[in-house]
């Protein structure tokens, strides 16, 4: 007779296969939207970035923070009034505007897409890091593909791409950072920590708290972000980083400049929605605070912590997006680190019960009210195989 069962995880699979293929649809939709809709793509987030490109590559890549020839640059592209107090200001580190200047050659539609497969490239660099780290960890391939399945089309990391934001390359240094500390590779994770420089406020509470443990990996840090640096200073020169600190400045306001503080999905968001009319320069003194106790919280953590685990690099990447003071919905991208980890240790916590002749669903119970009490922002994805391996369990009722 026929194991009956079976039927409870075939569904499941066909659950996750038909929301696969009805997010490629959403996907593939909002891709023929944006490209037959006139100026959609002109009025995305890449504006800055090809302005920028060009900026390099007429007057140099030392005056692509210069607010003015930003805003010419803009305006002459757009037809629209841009000027030094309302254009898309540039204010990412200069890691990639090598690439953008020789892009900026092409129409804005020609480079988006040139640029946009670029990202796509960082993505699939990442890719294999998930791989090899999932399957050290005893999952199967399929398993495994179902995961990075799911990578590639979580939802802000599609619309940073289709914003032509540079998150990929946020999400590649937190891969290479979150496999090093996993492996015991401190060079590893220091240099990849490096890379989420892209992204500064992000880098800073995650790197802090290395001084108290794993100093390797705050070494290699150190190393990664000085050859970052003397990088950036061979591409813009002094005048560059003055005018880079000026934009800084600019973007630390929240307020114009297409920034939209409230708009956003951080602690300084949460504030300015639900006690609207706030004064901002308290906002913003509390968010800076929040930044710092966060900082120190790691920090604590850390030094009282007998290792680095899946959970405390989780922590540490959640807690970095919600006090950065400033953040849009494709940098949660980032989040993909937490529930890769999450994924991990729900395996784990399914494989240890199996072994243990125990309940599947205490080693469930035990992680989460042990581990996660509080860590609701977790709970965001649309997960795999974590869950397929527990309803398996469940399906085999193990005594």
Same mark, same amino acid.
């Given at each position: 007779?026929?194991?009956?069962t079976?039927?409870?995880?075939?569904?499941?699979?066909?659950?996750m296969?038909?929301?696969?293929v009805?997010?490629?649809?959403?996907?593939?939709?909002?891709?023929?939207?944006?490209?037959?809709?006139p100026?959609?793509?002109e009025?995305?987030?890449?504006?800055?970035?090809?302005?920028?490109?060009?900026?390099?590559?007429e007057?140099?890549?030392?005056n692509?923070?210069?607010?003015?020839?930003?805003?010419?640059?803009?305006?002459?592209?757009t037809?629209?009034?841009?000027?030094?107090?309302?254009?898309?200001?540039?204010n990412?580190?200069?890691?990639?505007?090598?690439?953008?200047?020789?892009l900026?050659?092409?129409?804005?539609?020609?480079?988006?897409?040139?640029?946009? @497969? +670029?990202?796509?490239? /960082?993505?699939?660099? $990442? %890719?294999?890091?998930?791989?090899?780290? =999932?399957?050290?960890? #005893?999952?199967s391939?399929?398993?495994?593909?179902?995961?990075?399945?799911?990578?590639?089309?979580?939802e802000p990391?599609?619309?940073?791409i289709?914003?032509?934001?540079?998150?990929?390359?946020? @999400? +590649?240094?937190?891969? /290479?950072?979150?496999y $090093? %500390?996993?492996?015991?590779?401190?060079? =590893?994770?220091?240099? #990849?920590?490096?890379?989420?420089?892209?992204?500064?406020?992000v880098?800073?509470?995650m790197?802090?708290?290395?001084?108290?443990?794993?100093?390797?990996?705050?070494g290699?840090?150190?190393?990664?972000?000085?050859a970052?640096? /003397?990088?950036?200073?061979? %591409?813009?020169?002094?005048?560059g980083?003055?005018?880079?600190?000026?934009?800084?400045?600019?973007?630390?306001?929240?307020?114009?400049?297409?920034?939209?503080?409230?708009?956003?999905?951080?602690f300084?968001a949460?504030?300015l929605?639900?006690?609207?009319?706030?004064?901002?320069?308290?906002?913003?003194?509390?968010s800076?605070?929040?930044?710092?106790?966060?900082?120190?919280?790691l920090?604590?953590?850390?030094?009282?912590?007998?290792?680095?685990n899946?959970f405390?690099?989780?922590?540490?990447?959640?807690l970095?997006?919600?006090?950065?003071?400033?953040?849009?919905?494709?940098?949660?991208?980032?989040?993909?680190?937490?529930?890769?980890?999450l994924?991990?240790?729900?395996?784990?916590?399914?494989?240890?019960?199996?072994f243990?002749?125990?309940?599947?669903?205490?080693?469930?119970?035990?992680l989460?009210?042990?581990?996660?009490?509080?860590?609701s922002?977790?709970?965001?994805?649309?997960?795999?195989?974590?869950?397929?391996?527990?309803?398996?369990?469940?399906?085999?009722?193990?005594?």
């Amino acid at each position: 007779m026929k194991d009956k069962t079976t039927f409870p995880l075939r569904y499941f699979r066909i659950l996750m296969i038909t929301a696969i293929v009805v997010l490629v649809v959403i996907y593939s939709l909002v891709t023929y939207s944006l490209i037959h809709t006139p100026w959609r793509l002109e009025g995305s987030d890449f504006l800055a970035f090809y302005s920028a490109g060009r900026v390099g590559r007429e007057f140099g890549l030392s005056n692509v923070y210069n607010s003015t020839l930003e805003a010419a640059a803009q305006a002459e592209f757009t037809g629209l009034p841009y000027d030094d107090s309302n254009f898309l200001p540039p204010n990412h580190p200069p890691f990639l505007y090598p690439i953008l200047t020789l892009l900026a050659m092409f129409d804005y539609r020609t480079a988006l897409l040139g640029y946009a @497969l +670029l990202l796509a490239g /960082l993505v699939v660099c $990442g %890719l294999p890091v998930v791989y090899s780290l =999932l399957r050290q960890n #005893g999952w199967s391939r399929g398993q495994t593909w179902w995961m990075l399945v799911g990578v590639v089309i979580f939802e802000p990391l599609i619309i940073s791409i289709f914003k032509g934001q540079d998150s990929a390359l946020l @999400l +590649l240094g937190g891969l /290479l950072w979150f496999y $090093g %500390l996993n492996r015991g590779d401190d060079r =590893l994770a220091g240099l #990849g920590l490096s890379l989420t420089l892209i992204r500064p406020r992000v880098a800073i509470v995650m790197a802090v708290p290395f001084l108290f443990k794993r100093r390797k990996v705050f070494g290699w840090f150190c190393i990664g972000t000085a050859a970052l640096r /003397l990088y950036s200073f061979i %591409l813009v020169g002094m005048r560059g980083v003055q005018d880079y600190m000026s934009i800084l400045k600019i973007s630390a306001n929240g307020q114009g400049f297409g920034m939209g503080e409230a708009n956003i999905f951080n602690f300084t968001a949460i504030l300015l929605r639900l006690i609207p009319g706030l004064n901002l320069n308290l906002v913003h003194l509390l968010s800076w605070g929040l930044f710092a106790a966060c900082c120190v919280a790691l920090c604590v953590i850390w030094s009282r912590s007998k290792e680095i685990n899946n959970f405390s690099i989780g922590l540490a990447a959640i807690l970095s997006l919600f006090a950065a003071p400033h953040l849009h919905y494709h940098d949660l991208a980032f989040l993909l680190i937490p529930l890769i980890g999450l994924g991990l240790e729900l395996v784990k916590a399914g494989k240890k019960a199996f072994f243990c002749r125990q309940p599947p669903d205490h080693g469930i119970h035990d992680l989460f009210t042990r581990r996660l009490v509080g860590s609701s922002a977790l709970d965001i994805p649309f997960f795999t195989d974590d869950l397929i391996t527990h309803v398996d369990m469940v399906r085999r009722k193990v005594p």
